[in-house]
């Protein structure tokens, strides 16, 4: 089986988001593949309510039923939001997002080339950038995803395979994160550019978080940088 492959991160059982990893060996080449899917997938309807006050691109925002957009929200597109779906006042989505069902987008919170799966949560003072966003994982409060280097070098992938460190170009100098299913993120983190989050994870706050963090481990603080302990 292959480690890194979308099916080892994700449940992958809903029709918004499943035929973006046809094809996909790795699970981060999805995030480069994510805006073409998004334009190839847009029908744009509003099914959902939208409050006096929001503003959604005419012709490029998808919103389905029973999915809500609060006033004060800006959503450019193009864009894909599921049904049952929050999206908050104050939210700034910047097209080329995908959030599935049951997902809350809060206040403060800027979005672009992301995806969200089924019940996600990133409700709080939030940065989320071309990045994948797991089932029910939870983005505590100024959380952040940085996807660009300080030399603007081309964003690579480190990885363990076979006992040692592997790497895999991006190809692209904008890359945020990955972050498995169930894992829950604690506030004022920082997630650096190629950060790749395995399922069940739980990451303590105030940390800042790089390379591959395995399945069901916990990211501790440490003096430096940090430390990865099982899960108990």
Request: aromatic fraction near 8%; hydrophobic fraction near 40%.
């Amino acid at each position: 089986m292959n480690t890194y492959s979308p099916q080892a991160f994700f449940n992958l059982d809903h029709a918004l988001a499943v035929a973006l990893f046809n094809g996909i060996k790795y699970v981060w080449d999805a995030v480069v593949a994510l805006p073409a899917f998004i334009e190839k997938n847009l029908k744009p309807e509003i099914k959902g309510e939208v409050e006096d006050g929001a503003w959604l691109e005419p012709g490029l925002v998808s919103l389905g039923e029973g999915s809500r957009v609060e006033r004060g929200s800006i959503i450019r597109g193009p864009t894909i939001i599921g049904k049952n779906t929050t999206i908050r006042s104050g939210a700034y989505i910047r097209g080329h997002v995908l959030i599935c069902d049951e997902c809350v987008v809060g206040w403060g919170t800027e979005m672009r080339q992301t995806l969200l799966l089924n019940k996600a949560r990133v409700p709080h003072s939030n940065a989320v950038m071309t990045s994948l966003i797991g089932n029910r994982v939870n983005v505590a409060g100024r959380v952040s995803t940085a996807n660009y280097r300080l030399d603007g070098h081309e964003v690579f992938i480190h990885v363990p395979i076979d006992g040692e460190t592997r790497s895999f170009p991006t190809g692209s100098t904008l890359f945020g994160a990955v972050v498995g299913d169930d894992t829950q993120l604690g506030g004022n983190c920082l997630l650096q550019p190629g950060t790749i989050i395995g399922k069940r994870c739980l990451i303590y706050p105030h940390i800042d978080v790089s390379g591959y963090i395995p399945h069901d481990s916990m990211v501790k603080r440490k003096e430096t940088p940090f430390e990865i302990v099982p899960k108990k």
